[in-house]
């Protein structure tokens, strides 16, 4: 599981509050993402980092925030949550600066 | 459990036979590809890969092959298990920063 835990597993919390979902890694890797998964569409990537303070956006970043002010930790913020938001979340980590990817257990977030 | 599953192309196969699940992928220029497997629940776990210099690559009991004339990958599993019931999906290198494109996936249904 290359040392990748995320927190919580699962969650449920009401339309519009903020919520914050953790990626912690043991391993020291430099580029980071998250994901989210959903029925019909697979996995699509919504932010990433390329290390400490260094992030950018991708496919699906709108109302997503990303923070990753450790190396080992990787925070993915919803400003304010809408029910749209309700998914599954992985985060992966590339070994070694490359495309070789590796996934936590995911988080599931339900948006009432 | 996750319900990743819907919406997929799925294969049902019988317990011993080999199974083969396919994949097309879209960017001529990808030159990294990877299979994953997705438990019930669980997070995407790294099968396989096979980069584009190469158009075979054997792992233990699986083989990918990849056609690099008609963008198409595929994944064949010998002497399917049970325990290989799953969602399969391939994944292409996808530009910078080591990012991937990720395939909808195949759910894989092998009968005792």
């Known amino acids: 599981d290359a040392g990748i835990t995320q927190s919580p597993r699962h969650k449920v919390t009401e339309t519009g509050t903020p919520v914050t979902l953790r990626c912690h890694q043991t391993e020291n890797h430099r580029y980071m993402y998250w994901y989210r998964q959903d029925p019909g569409h697979g996995l699509r990537l919504i932010h990433y980092s390329y290390g400490v303070k260094d992030t950018d956006k991708g496919e699906v970043s709108d109302g997503y925030s990303v923070s990753r002010s450790k190396t080992e930790d990787f925070l993915l913020t919803l400003e304010s949550a809408t029910s749209s938001q309700t998914s599954v979340y992985f985060c992966?980590?590339?070994?070694?600066?490359?495309?070789?990817?590796?996934f936590g257990p995911g988080t599931r977030l339900t948006v009432t | 459990g996750e319900s990743v599953g819907l919406h997929l192309p799925t294969l049902s196969v019988q317990e011993g036979d080999n199974s083969i699940i396919n994949c097309a992928y879209s960017?001529?220029?990808?030159?990294?590809f990877i299979w994953y497997k997705q438990e019930s629940g669980k997070g995407p776990q790294f099968i396989i890969d096979?980069?584009?210099?190469?158009d075979k690559r054997q792992g233990q009991r699986v083989t990918v092959l990849l056609n690099k004339t008609v963008k198409h990958l595929s994944l064949q599993i010998a002497a399917t298990q049970p325990g290989d019931s799953a969602v399969y999906f391939c994944a292409e290198s996808g530009g910078s920063n080591y990012k991937l494109t990720f395939g909808k996936g195949t759910l894989l249904t092998v009968n005792p």
């Open positions: 096979i980069r584009s210099n190469m």
């Open positions: 992966a980590i590339s070994v070694g600066d490359s495309y070789e990817q590796y």
């Open positions: 960017n001529s220029a990808s030159d990294y």
